[in-house]
């Protein structure tokens, strides 16, 4: 559950933690999260990546393979140093992404912005589609650690380079 949690939308954090608190066994408000994940359509509060991502909630939740790191989180939840989440939050001024213009957000970063190309080669070879990425993730412990090594790679970058930036910026 706590592998889930980490990247699960903040309110059905709350509402686990709810159950939790309301005597619920770990087992059960799983099953019911589980539920409510795929009752919750479009236009529903859970974030719209998240969900896209991690499109089968059973295969995610029984991986054999699969600690989340902190980088990851933040490409799989959004939150993060993406320039939308960092506009919503006030941190910026605007969403575009300080490499090549185009609105920053987590899918911008993992698949789309030149910036990281060389980085995900990986990446490519295996997918088309966000949807198909997750279940490569979960077919092999290699897979797993790749992309948690490219995570932490280009993340740890990109925030270092955005506070040479937002230092520029503000000063
Ligand atoms: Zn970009």
């Known amino acids: 559950m706590c592998v889930l949690a980490s990247v699960l939308p903040i309110d059905l954090q709350v509402h686990g933690r709810k ?5 619920r066994s ?16 479009a236009g529903s509060t859970v974030a719209a ?17 699969g600690e989340m790191n902190f980088y990851m ?29 185009e609105v920053d957000d987590a ?3 993992l698949f789309q912005c030149q910036r990281w190309e060389r980085y995900c080669h990986f990446m490519t070879v295996h997918n088309l589609v966000v949807e198909i990425r997750v279940d490569w993730l979960l ?18 970058i990109k925030e270092e380079e955005s506070r040479t930036r937002d230092r520029k910026t503000y000063r």
């Open 73 to 101: 989180t933040q490409l799989m939840s959004g939150y993060g140093c993406f320039g939308y989440y960092l506009k919503r939050i006030g941190k910026r001024d605007t969403p575009q992404c300080q490499y090549c213009g």
């Open 139 to 156: 077919m092999a412990e290699e897979n797993w650690e790749q992309f948690s090594r490219y995570a932490g790679e280009i993340l740890r």
């Open 107 to 109: 899918e911008h970063t």
């Open 19 to 23: 159950l939790r608190t309301e005597g």
């Open 49 to 65: 990546w998240t969900k896209r991502l991690i499109h089968n909630l059973d295969a995610w939740l029984d991986r054999q393979h």
């Open 26 to 41: 770990r087992a059960e408000v799983e099953a019911m999260t589980r539920y409510i994940w795929k009752k919750m359509g």
